[in-house]
């Protein structure tokens, strides 16, 4: 892949109207917050500041009128850090403002078989997000603007099929 000189910080500093994520693995435990990830598999509740430093950049961003929204594509039943992940970070994350959808295919094939994780901002920019086997971040790639188009249409095809994450939640969840 031919990658562009932006990175993906440069991206969430410089978009104008959206930024959309779709997510495909089931576990990414090994990115992140890992030490919240193991509390939440001891059962101990979440803490009050879990996340605060993303929330708080969703509140900028969409107190300035922009929409942050991602979807995930997934299968149940549930591993235990999707558990965690839609449980904590999907609850938590919301009350930022940004918004979840979840494409199920429990039951269905997969509209977006072979297709990566991704941030797309403002239908322009992509950043394909890389991770090991184990669910380990190993960096971003920003893409040319010429690849925009082809992400879009994977945004696209995803919001299709999923459904919003409280109503699925609502239907699936813990």
């Known amino acids: 892949m031919t990658t562009s000189s932006r990175n993906l910080g440069d991206l969430f500093d410089t978009f104008q109207r959206e930024a959309f994520r779709l997510e495909t693995l089931d576990d990414y435990s090994r990115s992140g917050n890992v030490d919240a990830y193991h509390a939440f598999l001891a059962g101990e509740p979440q803490p009050d500041d879990y996340n605060a430093g993303w929330v ?27 558990r965690f992940e839609l449980g904590w970070g999907y609850q938590k994350n919301m009350s930022g403002g940004e918004e979840f959808f979840i494409l199920d295919i429990t039951d269905s094939p997969n509209p977006l078989e072979n297709v990566p994780d991704f941030w797309l901002f403002d239908s322009n920019s992509v950043a394909v997000m890389n991770y090991d086997g184990t669910g380990k971040f190993a960096g971003s790639e920003v893409l040319l603007s010429a690849r925009a188009a082809e992400f879009t249409r994977y945004r696209d095809t995803a919001l299709a099929h999923a459904e919003p994450f409280p109503d699925w939640w609502a239907k699936y969840g813990a």
């Open 56 to 82: 708080e950049e969703l509140r900028t961003h969409t107190g300035n009128g922009k929409r942050i929204y991602r979807v995930h594509v997934l299968r149940r039943p549930l591993t235990h850090y999707l």
